[in-house]
């Protein structure tokens, strides 16, 4: 069972009030279970590399009323973003390439881009870049990429009418973007976008393999992560939890007949869901499921410097760097990003290569430390570490979209003011 390798301690030899701990099962049983507001909520909370607290509340598939526990698969979405960018910054430890160096020199199709400059998405013009986009752009979402459901500009429209949701495999992905106008000129705007998925795909070319492997081998099996992958096998069905939405909240588009107000049911666990079978596009940006158990032993990893029990995925030094804030000239989310859709607030957040990184705790409005670096998912999947009280939080839902509430915030609140 993945909560058996779980360290749980007394939370008052962790510098925890126990009390205090326990009142956030309490406040997320009364305002997100009983309410009906989530399925079902999973809570680790862990200091030091021991967990002071974990628990379970509520169902992973409310018509079966299968609880959520340990063993629980979910969808992570977007926090497969931080695994996919420690793949890649393990071969830019290896000196495959540099963090400048230009994505065209790995993706030749891409030597040619240009950036929307007017028009419509049927009728538009373009204009040279001001640079080329390099890797690092990739790494911090100022690539002038985006995602086709954002639906604010016409470059996301571009996106829709050229079928990239259509389930291509990588290769055939980026050859396709390489025919799209960028948003805006690299390095000089912050949008969340597909960028992560690009990286997916220069793991496979840099590595020689296709992109599920290299994970396995660089990241999941090293750190015993024996759950996470891009989909859940016949014999782990009974573990895979269902997936809802809040449909008048959401700015994805959901299946036909989901609609209202009321937390609905869009994607189940049996043999119809699409994480049920092996992908044709594996999805760094957003597809991969895991556990609880096995997302702790990722962002232990993290929080111990790259290793975990004698498994090294990357040095220390590449974590420092990675959570550091790569925006240029120290700027923060407010000042450089596209005011759309993401999973971190804007003021007083930085980002760096993979991770929000909050630079001002007093401006990003929440209870944290500055240097706190961190992530969500699409269903409401939330992790943050806090390397300054070697903090690590995990929690685990399906819920969609991670904006119809602010757990986040709220948890942040709840866990620090519960230290001692």
Not at 128 to 139: C, I, K, N, Q, S
Not at 309 to 338: F, S
Request: net charge negative; aromatic share 10%.
């Amino acid at each position: 069972m993945m909560g058996a390798d779980l360290n749980i301690v007394d939370p008052s030899e962790l510098g925890f009030s126990p009390e205090r701990l326990a009142r956030i099962d309490t406040f997320i049983d009364e305002r997100y279970i009983k309410s009906g507001r989530f399925p079902g909520f999973s809570l680790l909370v862990s200091r030091g590399g021991k967990v002071a607290h974990l628990s379970y509340q509520g169902y992973a598939n409310t018509a079966e009323q299968r609880p959520m526990d340990a063993d629980t698969i979910v969808r992570i979405y977007s926090m497969s973003k931080p695994i996919t960018s420690m793949a890649l910054l393990s071969l830019y430890e290896e000196g495959r390439f540099r963090l400048d160096d230009p994505v065209s020199d790995f993706i030749p199709s891409w030597a040619d881009l240009r950036v929307f400059a007017d028009g419509t998405a049927t009728n538009y013009t373009t204009r040279f870049p001001e640079r080329a986009m390099t890797v690092r752009d990739l790494l911090t979402h100022t690539s002038g990429l985006t995602y086709s459901w954002m639906g604010r500009h016409p470059v996301d429209r571009l996106y829709r009418h050229s079928k990239l949701d259509a389930g291509h495999r990588l290769e055939d992905y980026v050859e396709i973007l390489a025919g799209l106008p960028l948003l805006f000129s690299p390095g000089s705007e912050w949008a969340y976008s597909i960028a992560t998925d690009v990286c997916g795909r220069l793991v496979e070319i840099l590595s020689g393999q296709p992109f599920d492997t290299f994970l396995q081998q660089r990241i999941f099996d090293p750190l015993g992560m024996h759950s996470t992958g891009f989909y859940v096998s016949d014999e782990d069905e009974h573990r895979f939890a269902a997936n809802y939405a809040v449909p008048s909240l959401s700015p994805f588009p959901l299946p036909d007949g989901a609609s209202g107000s009321d937390m609905a049911m869009i994607d189940d666990s049996t043999a119809k869901s699409p994480f049920r079978r092996p992908p044709t596009f594996l999805s760094g940006g957003g597809g991969l499921v895991s556990t609880i158990g096995d997302y702790h032993r990722f962002t232990q990893m993290l929080l111990q410097g790259g290793a975990l029990d004698g498994a090294r995925v990357v040095g220390r030094k590449t974590i420092d760097y990675a959570t550091m804030n790569h925006l240029p000239g120290g700027r923060d989310l407010a000042e450089m990003g596209q005011p759309v859709f993401s999973e971190a607030r804007y003021d007083g957040v930085g980002f760096g290569l993979g991770f929000s990184v909050i630079t001002d705790p007093a401006a990003a409005q929440v209870l944290t430390s500055a240097g706190e670096y961190a992530w969500g998912g699409a269903a409401s999947t939330l992790f943050w570490i806090d390397p300054a009280e070697e903090l690590s939080v995990i929690g685990l839902t399906q819920l969609m979209p991670s904006s119809a509430y602010p757990i986040r915030e709220e948890l942040k609140a709840l866990v620090y003011s519960a230290l001692t």
